[in-house]
């Protein structure tokens, strides 16, 4: 088969690519329009590989898309491509609705118009806004009922019930997952786990916003895409799929802990003003996916963070480029000046 792989130069894109690499045989096509959290440098190893192609490109842009798919006749596409930090949402949410709704649509446009096996929306427990700190024995599940909190969560509901609505209408033939926090290799730099380890290694304060109760669920990156993986492969047309880690941290507990494995002193944590809006807790229950695909998370935060700051810490160069900004220009050295 071929996949094309929105979004694989970001974060969770890129692990995908790199699982899908390592335990199939098919094509990957990925494309990305290498906004500011797109880093082509993380994909150096995929290209290497005769089965990866890299587009770059807007899945927004219509013409384009179309071409694309025209050329390439993907089998399977797997929509990663998103604005995903809600700080930036905040600031400016035109740029969330125009790449988190209408590029979903072009896509699905494409999909419908060139034929696919299957379209999968990669979503977010934030749809659903947040649980209270009180109720432990609260979850999301898949019929909990959207309730965004932020620009960000509520331009990923919107394509969300865009793709359900393709699904009843055109009988698209899709899925959509709906994942916890994640973390692991290649997290960009402004994200909370690997802000804290880059801050800490540089012994510069390490900002925590209130009082760091927020609880967020973690789910370690590679554990994600196998998850995915199943649910194109085997899941059903037309259902939403949890994906939770069952790793509830508070921020704080997540910013001691990796305080405690650099021994770095706690003195560097910085209490600041909280986010508008700030979700309190989420956490996710996965039993759908468990008894329908047989998936359950395989990595505890506990051995997880240490696999990610180990990461970190023999990664420098990749992180230390875009924090000066050098990654990108990546693709210009890399592709135009050929």
Known sequence: MKILVTGGAGFIGSNFIYQ???YHNDEIVCLDLLTYA???STLDKAAKDNRFKFIKGDIADREFIYGLFAVEKPDIVVNFAAESHVDRSIKMPEIFLQTNIIGTSVLMDACRKYGIKRYHQVSTDEVYGDLPLDRPDLFFTEN?????????SASKASADLLVQAYYRTYGLPVTISRCSNNYGPYHFPEKLIPLMIINALNDKKLPVYGKGANVRDWLYVEDHCKAI????RKGRS???YNIGGHNEKT???VVKIILRELNKPESLIDFVTDRPGH???YAIDPAKIHMQLGWLPETNFESGIKKTIKWYLENKTWWEEIINGAYKDYYQRMYEKR
């Open 20 to 22: 899908q690499l390592a």
């Open 38 to 40: 797109g880093n082509l």
């Open 144 to 152: 909990t009922p959207v309730h965004a909190s932020s620009p960000y």
């Open 229 to 232: 993986d199943l649910i194109i």
């Open 238 to 240: 037309g259902e939403i």
């Open 251 to 253: 921020n704080l507990q």
């Open 279 to 281: 979700d309190r807790r």
